[in-house]
């Protein structure tokens, strides 16, 4: 990428790059463009990143920031996680309370921007830009659809898929009380019969608790078909909060689930 006289310098690099409506770049990619060494390519990353041109999540990986994501020292993570993800080759989706934000049923704003991957990873802090990553058993078979962003698109959870991680992974969710709520938004998009498809790419206690949730919350006709999976698969008992101890809780005979938590969704 070069003009008629000289190779470009990183500032004309990058204005080629957002010119031509790509945000994200790899230092390899970079250090081609301009002709120079490695450590000439860093340096010159450095300064624009300090001048707050562009910034790197992870390593060797830089994100274009526009005038208007300035104070925010990142692009929104919409618009980058997907650029991230294909250049790492990782498959991935947007999960829990970003993919409820998605779908319109979240009732605070999420304070992280949380992403399913196959294996665990640490966290990214890119600016103001928080991402956080959780390890998805079988996430090749989740259920998922794809967001329009100013960038591009990103990988989502259904519905229903969102409905069952929610319960899978409540510990980062915030509460029971939490996910009932959202769960009580989100009941409307979902569709029954896809609610048993993406209950079989988890375990069946998942199954156990979405449904006495979703009855708990008064969408208990999204969860019939939810009952006779239930019915089938689950060859014991569950606890409803898998943290707390079980005592003198009480047996939901529906779900084969002790009811050791009291749920309360905010209206």
């Avoid at 490695?38 to 990353?45: D, N, P, Q, S």
């Avoid at 060797?60 to 925010?72: A, D, K, Q, T, W």
Wanted: aromatic share 8%; with cysteine; net charge positive.
């Amino acid at each position: 990428m070069k003009t008629e006289d000289r190779p470009l310098n990183a500032r004309e690099y990058i204005a080629s790059l957002a010119t031509s409506g790509r945000y994200h770049f790899v230092s390899s990619d970079a250090q081609e463009a301009l002709g120079v060494s490695a450590a000439a390519t860093k340096l010159a990353l450095s300064r624009l990143a300090k001048q707050g041109e562009i910034a790197s999540p992870v390593r060797g990986f830089y994100i274009i920031v526009p005038p208007e994501y300035r104070s925010l020292g990142s692009l929104p993570a919409d618009q980058f996680i997907p650029g991230l993800m294909k250049s790492q080759r990782q498959v991935y989706y947007a999960g829990l309370l970003t993919a409820a934000q998605y779908h319109g049923a979240a009732h605070h704003r999420p304070q992280e921007f949380q992403v399913m991957l196959a294996k665990n990873r640490r966290p990214i802090q890119c600016g103001a830009v928080r991402v956080a990553f959780m390890a998805r058993k079988r996430i090749a078979e989740v259920s998922v659809q794809e967001f329009n962003t100013p960038r591009g698109t990103i990988r989502v959870s259904t519905p229903e898929a969102t409905a069952v991680d929610l319960v899978g992974y409540q510990h980062h969710v915030g509460d029971l009380d939490q996910v009932a709520t959202i769960l009580s938004e989100l009941a409307e998009k979902i569709d029954p019969q896809k609610l048993v498809q993406a209950a079989e790419m988890a375990p069946v206690p998942w199954a156990q608790r979405l449904g006495y949730l979703l009855g708990h919350v008064g969408a208990g006709e999204k969860a019939l078909p939810l009952k006779a999976y239930v019915r089938q698969h689950a060859k014991q008992s569950a606890a409803l909060l898998p943290t707390a101890p079980l005592n003198s809780a009480q047996r939901d005979e529906v779900w084969k689930l002790y009811i050791n938590a009291t749920v309360t969704a905010e209206s």
